[in-house]
Nanobody, 118 residues
Framework: QVQLVESGGGLVQAGGSLRLSCAAS????????MGWYRQAPGKQRELVASITSRGSTDYADSVKGRFTISRDNTKNTVYLQMNSLKPEDTAAYYC????????????WGQGTQVTVSS
């Protein structure tokens, strides 16, 4: 069982920055692929960014150049640095953990709200 606890959300003006954190329990963190997803009201949950155990990253086109995902395996924590925020970035942001090759190993955090005012 893995528990994911997000923090760092809040209200920010357009153009501002926020850093989200996701602290994970368990001993498999370093092997996990970690991701940040978001879901706006009335929309489907979408992948924002992911980072593999080797540090390879992937980003949604809408956030490339503005968001940076990183991880600290010594702290079992993954981060999402969000710069140049736009009103369309407003959503609930969720942390995700998966273990490649293990179908049932999928965990979600409870989410943290990000609201960007114009």
């Amino acid at each position: 069982q893995v528990q994911l606890v997000e923090s760092g959300g809040g209200l920010v003006q357009a153009g501002g920055s926020l850093r989200l954190s996701c602290a994970a329990s368990g001993s498999m963190f370093s092997a996990n692929t970690m991701g940040w997803y978001r879901q706006a009201p009335g929309k489907q949950r979408e992948l924002v960014a992911s980072i593999t155990s080797r540090g390879s990253t992937d980003y949604a086109d809408s956030v490339k150049g503005r968001f940076t995902i990183s991880r600290d395996n010594t702290k079992n924590t993954v981060y999402l640095q969000m710069n140049s925020l736009k009103p369309e970035d407003t959503a609930a942001y969720y942390c995700n953990a998966e273990l490649p090759g293990y179908i049932g190993y999928v965990y979600w955090g409870q989410g943290t709200q990000v609201t960007v005012s114009s």
